[in-house]
C-alpha cells in the first residue's frame, strides 16, 4: 500500500525543521489518503451488498436520454457513442484537477500567511471525504462503466477501468488515468461522487478567504467541468455527483456551524494555528 511511503515522506519532512510546520499544516491530507488506502483493508462489499441494478435503473428513470431509435440510456451510454476529442481532452484536464487544485489551494492560503483558512479548508476536506468514505460502505455501489461493460452480476475481481478518461489516455500519448485508476482502493464506491465535492470544497473556502473573483469563478469552471467529466467519461451516475455536493454542503455546514463553534474545538483550532 502506497500509505506506508506517504507516511515515511511525511516523517520526513517533520523531522526537517524547514519543512516541518507546512508538513504539520497538511497532516489533513496525510489522514486523508492513508483512509483511502486503507480501505483496501475492508473492502466495502464485504460490509453491505453491492447495488449495480437498482442505482442503474434509478438513473435511467430519473435522467435518461431517448436516443434516435426511441430506447432510453443513461448519460454514461449515451456519451460513449456521442463524444468528440475537445471534450474528452477537457475532460481529462479537468479531472487531472480534482485533488491538486484544493491542495494546491491550501498551500497557497498557507504561504499568503493565511493560515487559520488554509487549515480550515484541509480539515473540511479530511471530513467531507470521511462521510464519504462512510458511505460507500452504508451503500457500495458500482459506477456505470462497470454495468455498461458487465452487466449487474458484482464480480468482486473486476479491475478498474478509466472509463471515457481513455479516450483521453490515446489522444495524449500517455497512461496518466490507466496509473491513477491501476491504484484503485475499490470500483464499488460509485456513491458519493466525491470528485464532485473537492472543487465545491475550494470554492467555499475561496470566498470564505476573499480571494479574487478571478480565482472563484476559476474554481466554478472546474468543479463544474468535473462534475460534466464525471458523467461524460461514465465514471459516476448524475444521482453520484448530486449525493456527492450534498455531502460537502453537509459536511462543511456541520464544520462551520457546529463544530468549529465548539469552545474546546476553537481552542485546540488556535493552538494548532499558533504550531503552523
Known sequence: MYSLWLILFYALLVVLKPTRKLALALTPWLIFACSYDWMRLLPNYEVNPIDVKGLYDAEKDLFGITTASGSRVIAGEYFAVHHCTIADLLAGFFYLC??????????????????RNSLRLSIAF???????????????????????????????????ST?????????????????????????????PSLHAAYMLIAITYAVISHRSRFCIA???????????TAVYTGHHYIID?????????????????????????KRAMDCYVSHI
Request: hydrophobic residues 55%; positive net charge.
Open 241 to 265: 455527483v448530486l449525493l456527492g455536493i450534498a455531502t460537502a454542503i453537509v459536511g462543511m455546514l456541520v464544520l462551520e456551524k457546529g463544530i468549529f463553534r465548539i469552545p474546546a474545538v
Open 98 to 115: 480534482w485533488v491538486p487544485v484544493p491542495l494546491g489551494f491550501a498551500i497557497y492560503l498557507y504561504f499568503k500567511g493565511d493560515k
Open 218 to 228: 476559476s474554481f466554478a469552471v472546474i468543479c463544474m467541468g468535473i462534475w460534466f
Open 126 to 160: 479530511l471530513f467531507v471525504n470521511l462521510l464519504g468514505f462512510a458511505g460507500y460502505y452504508i451503500h457500495p455501489a458500482a459506477p456505470p462503466w462497470y454495468a455498461m461493460n458487465y452487466g449487474f452480476t458484482p464480480i468482486l475481481n473486476t479491475p478498474a
Open 163 to 191: 472509463g471515457g478518461l481513455a479516450r483521453f489516455d490515446a489522444l495524449v500519448g500517455l497512461p496518466l488515468f490507466k496509473n491513477i485508476y491501476g491504484n484503485n482502493a475499490n470500483i464499488f464506491a460509485a456513491i
